[in-house]
């Protein structure tokens, strides 16, 4: 495909000159950690697609991880922990990271009209402490990627993919999550289910120093 060059669009004031200015509501949910809403989101997951870059401008990846609802530990909130669960061993994820540590990460729930996105920056650990809070079926990941958390959005699907696929509308999934997050209760130590409170985390991956005052 040939593409007309005089329409290329160069720098970002000729693009923002042909869009509306974002809407204040979108502006809002855009964080800096994890709230409530959010940590219920992730508990709800059993998908993500994790974005990396490598350096010196290689190839952008996208990988897709699925696993139980909630596999992704919330530590406190700005720190994640996904297991690296045993696969095709490309580590095409993994070898980005360690080489950008910047990530983004879409949480995805079926049926439900809303995603959400988390951008940070990631490193790959293989600290038994981390991942034998992971075991599954007898198997625990080789690695664990402790993700920092920078900035935290829950975007809408689309304002016509809801009603051509039957998905449910943001407002009642949002207070469903609610009262699920408010509805948390402890799950034994070692357990790969996400906890409830830093406080139990923190007693749980010691190595990770997490500041509980």
Known sequence: MELDRQYVIRDTEELTSLYNPPLERSVRKQMDHLDEYCRAFIA???LIVIGTQGAGGEAADNS???????????VDDYTLLIPDRRGNDRLDT???????????ILFLVPGVYETFRVHG?????????????????????????????????SIAAGRWCGPIFGIRRSSRVRGRCRRWARSWRPTPAGSWMPEPTTTRLASEFPSLSIDIS
């Open 121 to 153: 920056e990631g490193v790959i650990s293989r600290d038994p402490a981390l991942t034998q809070a992971f075991v599954m079926n007898g198997k625990a990941p080789r690695t664990v990627m402790v993700v920092r958390v920078r900035e935290a959005i």
């Open 44 to 46: 709800a997951s059993p």
């Open 64 to 74: 897709p991880r699925g696993d139980v609802p909630g596999f992704v530990k919330v």
């Open 94 to 104: 993994l070898r980005n990271v360690v080489r950008n540590p910047a990530v983004g």
